[in-house]
């Protein structure tokens, strides 16, 4: 699972620090994201006929199937919702969803759902925990929500994640400004701001990373921009890297297709399985 990988020379996107990881794999998997399918109509995303705040529908109307990962955002219907756990759908295909609200003051129709931007770090940490303990999910991200508009001095009427995003969203353009794309062979990376390390997202290919990489930044930014004025103590990245190394070696697939549980000393996270194969893993410190 992602044996023949390392750490490149970092990226600096202000006080983001960006830590390619890049490597060669034999796993030839492709997918569409939900923008692309959203904007093509080849997808739709739809509240059930009694709706369910953690569960929406997924048809897939496409011929090729498309990788959700977790804390993607879907904007619209009754309220806005965040991807609890990353997933497949296969072609012509529907799926059931798992979701978290991501605006608790709203239970609204606007419409269909759009796609939107991607939770940031802290959220998606909040995600990983679920997996692993007994924990009031919902509950854990409103609060976080909450806490964010708090210290970014944002007013939202409906305690949404997306406001956020809106009120932020200059800010976030003058931290990629310039940039295009980490380099051709990353398969993934690392992202640190001030003294912590933020988390850790890879994919199985550069074609499949490379369809997410300005969601995943822009998402990871919204977190450094919390952590401009710390002082910058170096995280020891490498041995991050090493440990997250060691849980996956020891990790055996046993099912063709599921969500695994990673734990290692200090993290937390997920690997999605396609297939027997490793396609996306997301991993944030606790």
């Known amino acids: 699972m992602f044996e023949s990988t390392k750490v490149s020379e970092p990226i600096f996107l202000r006080n983001l620090t960006i830590h390619p990881i890049s490597g060669i794999t034999k796993n030839g998997f492709d997918a569409s994201t939900i923008d692309e399918v959203l904007i093509s109509n080849k997808g739709v995303f739809r509240e059930f006929d009694t709706p369910d705040v953690s569960t929406i529908e997924f048809d897939n109307r496409g011929d090729e199937p498309v990788l959700i990962i977790d804390g993607e955002e879907i904007t619209g219907s009754l309220q806005n919702r965040i991807i609890a756990l990353s997933s497949v759908v ?3 295909s529907t799926k059931s969803i798992p979701v978290i609200c991501a605006e608790e003051g709203r239970w609204d129709d606007l419409g269909g759902f759009q796609t939107g931007h991607c939770a940031y770090p802290q959220i998606r940490t909040i995600l990983m925990k679920s997996l692993h303990k007994k ?16 210290v ?21 353009a003058r ?8 380099n051709h062979s990353a398969i993934g990376f690392i992202g640190v701001a001030g003294n912590r390390i933020l988390g850790c997202d890879i994919f199985c290919n550069t074609k499949i990373y490379h369809k997410f990489e300005n969601k995943l930044i822009r998402s990871y ?25 060691c ?4 990790k055996k697939i046993r099912n063709r297709t599921a969500n695994e549980k990673i734990k290692g000393n200090g993290f937390l ?3 999605l399985i396609y297939n027997k194969s490793s396609v996306h893993l997301s991993v944030f410190p606790t």
């Open 152 to 172: 970014s001095k944002i007013l939202s009427t409906t305690s949404s994640m997306h406001d956020i995003y809106h009120n932020l969203n200059e800010e976030i």
């Open 175 to 182: 931290y990629i400004e310039g940039f295009s794309s980490i």
């Open 135 to 150: 924990i009031d999910t919902q509950r854990a991200v409103w609060n976080e929500i909450n806490r964010k508009l708090t």
């Open 247 to 250: 849980a996956l070696a020891r």
């Open 90 to 92: 296969d072609a012509r």
């Open 221 to 245: 930014i919204l977190d450094a921009i919390e952590h401009q004025k710390k002082e910058p103590n170096v995280p020891d990245v490498k041995k991050f890297f090493t440990a997250l190394q």
């Open 269 to 271: 996270g997920q690997a």
